[in-house]
């Protein structure tokens, strides 16, 4: 049995998100998804607007998905530890070094392959911030129509 191993933050759940799951899942058996913990999604990117809880529940309830777990604190590589994954999948925008990945994985005993898949789709809903700014779009519309009736 293959399995497989992908990574995000799965804020506001996008197409991007489910496309990259599906491409992930095709690779392997089982499909594990880690989500990112509130404190690493702060310290890396932004205040994350849904709690990990709840991103771990909406990842693990979508079709590719097997199972879907947080992530460690403070190592990213304890949770690898704990997967054992044949493979990780990256997207395309994640920053992070494949061969740095398998290096790690090497020295604590884990063989693995890391791929990065392509970028796949290009719509106007396939990341978080666009969603976010087209919500604020929206937003300022309708409180310009607002007082302007």
Do not use: W
């Not at 395309?92 to 494949?98: I, M, N, S, W």
């Not at 087209?134 to 937003?139: G, H, L, S």
């Amino acid at each position: 049995m293959v399995r497989v191993m992908a990574t995000g933050v799965f804020d506001i759940l996008h197409p991007g998100h489910v496309l990259f799951l599906r491409e992930a899942r095709k690779l392997g058996d089982e499909l594990v998804v880690v989500v990112a913990r509130d404190s690493t999604v702060e310290r890396l990117k932004h205040k994350p607007i849904m709690n990990e809880d709840i991103r771990r529940f909406m990842v693990e309830s979508l079709k590719p998905v097997d199972r879907a777990v947080l992530g460690h604190k403070d190592d990213m590589y304890k949770t690898v530890e704990d997967v054992r994954p044949d493979i990780i999948v990256l997207g395309y925008d994640q920053k992070f070094d494949e061969k740095e990945i398998e290096e790690e994985c090497r020295k604590r005993g884990i063989k693995v392959k890391v791929v990065r898949l392509k970028k796949y789709g290009d719509s106007d809903l396939n990341g978080t911030r666009k969603i976010i700014f087209k919500i604020v779009d929206r937003v300022d519309d309708l409180y310009a129509k607002d007082r302007n009736s």
